[in-house]
């Protein structure tokens, strides 16, 4: 979990403002109700900082004093809210969590949601378009869901899907800050996208998660062969678990099951070990003038050093030993 008192997210600031009736209009432009105590209003600080992705959005949000807010019916996203400072509660139907440094929460738009944040309290949140994970679910089942996906409130930080988020998110904030990061490239956001959704899909106990575990069929090996088939064609661009599962002609629960059961990982998992392989190949085979830094952000690693550490772990060498030693060779 992202455990921290100072603001997150600064260079890529939404809106910052100590206005109260600026504040209550850009939230209702957002399609929130925001409440403040008339006494607390000097204090107010808002701080809302965000990375927009095509179907999530990951952000931070601070407000200073205690205060209210509601999403208006109008919003059909979901959101996964994880402290980083402070409490604040999240009422979702009927569901109250008190959000602290062990507990998050999910709100699903068909059940409404409210949350009343204590005095110097901040959070990341994530918010993912209700037609992505609908998409996703789609994928995973081998059918279109009926019924709008609605997810258990409470999410633990210790251990399971609620540790393996915080633990994503931090990795990606930790890159966002970095000064001298790259831009993600559309390959590197779908990747994370698909990571995202399907941890949640697959971990996170929701009215779906009995379907999807009825899901899988009996092992077939060539449905691998045929996922594998497509993702050695596809690398060079993003891939996705629904594209994954239409050409392996299996539902992405049955595929899941059945790279670990020949492969040991996840598909996603493999799709980065082939990228690193990949990546590997064109240092070995890289011109004169090619960088390491153009060759990893070619085959989606946009953090150069979590990159090379990787690379150094998985092949003895750093990656600019790889094209150094290649050259001298040619």
Not at 41 to 59: M, Q, T
Not at 113 to 133: C, D, F, H, P, V
Not at 301 to 311: D, I, P, Q
Request: hydrophobic share 40%; with cysteine; charged share 25%.
């Amino acid at each position: 979990m992202l455990t921290t008192a100072r603001p997150l997210l600064e260079r890529q600031r939404v809106f910052h403002s100590r206005d109260p009736d600026e504040t209550r209009a850009f939230l209702r432009g957002k399609e929130f109700r925001f409440e403040l105590a008339g006494r607390e209003a000097e204090h107010l600080d808002v701080r809302i900082n965000g990375v927009y992705f095509p179907s999530l959005y990951i952000g931070y949000i601070q407000y200073g004093p205690a205060v209210w807010i509601e999403a208006r019916p109008e919003r059909n996203d979901y959101w996964v809210q994880l402290p980083t400072v402070g409490r604040f509660q999240v009422s979702v139907g009927g569901d109250t969590v008190e959000c602290g440094p062990r507990l998050g929460a999910v709100s699903s738009p068909t059940r409404g949601a409210s949350i009343r944040s204590e005095q110097g309290s901040g959070r990341t949140n994530l918010s993912l378009s209700a037609a992505a994970l609908d998409r996703q679910l789609a994928a995973l089942l081998g059918r279109s869901p009926v019924e709008p996906i609605e997810f258990a409130t409470r999410m633990s930080l210790d251990d399971g899907c609620g540790r393996r988020i915080g633990r994503y998110l931090r990795l990606a904030i930790d890159e966002f800050e970095h000064p001298a990061a790259a831009p993600w490239s559309m390959l590197t956001m779908t990747e994370f996208e698909q990571l995202i959704l399907t941890e949640l899909l697959m971990s996170h106990p929701h009215n779906y998660s009995e379907a999807l575990r009825a899901a899988a069929k009996s092992i077939a090996p060539r449905d691998v062969k045929r996922a594998i088939d497509y993702l050695e064609a596809h690398l060079d661009g993003p891939i996705t678990v629904a594209a994954l599962a239409a050409a392996s002609e299996v539902a992405g629960r049955t595929l899941f099951q059945h790279f670990h059961a020949f492969k040991g990982v996840s598909p996603m998992r493999y799709l980065r070990d082939l990228r690193f392989a990949r990546t590997r190949k064109a240092l070995l085979q890289a011109d004169p003038e090619a960088s390491v830094t153009d060759i990893a952000a070619a085959w989606g690693f946009t953090h150069l050093g979590r990159f090379a550490v990787e690379y150094r772990r998985r092949f003895g060498e750093s990656p600019s030993d790889t094209i150094r030693h290649a050259r001298k060779i040619s």
